[in-house]
């Protein structure tokens, strides 16, 4: 098994700047890639990028590419998802997931373990 808490988020005006943090704990020798995932009001959940848990390489979505940065703390076995330049459009609740298995995925329904999820807002 593994855990996932997350942590940051909240009201940012457009233009600013958040990061979100996602710590994992148990079996964490069992995950291949951790994503970021996001859901708006009445929205799908949709995928906004991912990083290889052993190697570091990291895949965004266009909407996000250039905006937003994720990055490992190996030591601390923390994600970190440096969001810059937010648009209204990113306000949405934003999970981080892990899977465990080898073939990198955008699918959310791929991933094995999730967050709790937290709220970023982006509004003026």
């Known amino acids: 098994q593994v855990q996932l808490v997350q942590s940051g988020g909240g009201l940012v005006q457009p233009g600013g700047s958040l990061r979100l943090s996602c710590t994992a704990s148990g079996r964490t020798s069992n995950i291949y890639h951790l994503g970021w995932l996001r859901q708006a009001p009445g929205k799908e959940r949709e995928f906004v990028g991912r990083?290889?848990?052993?190697?570091?390489?990291?895949y965004y979505a266009n909407s996000v590419k250039g905006r937003f940065t994720i990055s490992r703390d190996n030591a601390e076995n923390t994600v970190n998802l440096q969001m810059n330049n937010l648009k209204p459009e990113d306000t949405a609740v934003y999970y981080c997931?892990?899977?465990?298995?080898?073939?990198?995925?955008?699918?959310?329904?791929?991933?094995?373990?999730w967050g709790q999820g937290t709220q970023v807002t982006v509004s003026s």
């Open positions: 997931a892990a899977t465990t298995k080898f073939v990198p995925t955008t699918t959310p329904d791929q991933y094995d373990y």
């Open positions: 990083i290889t848990w052993s190697g570091g390489i990291t």
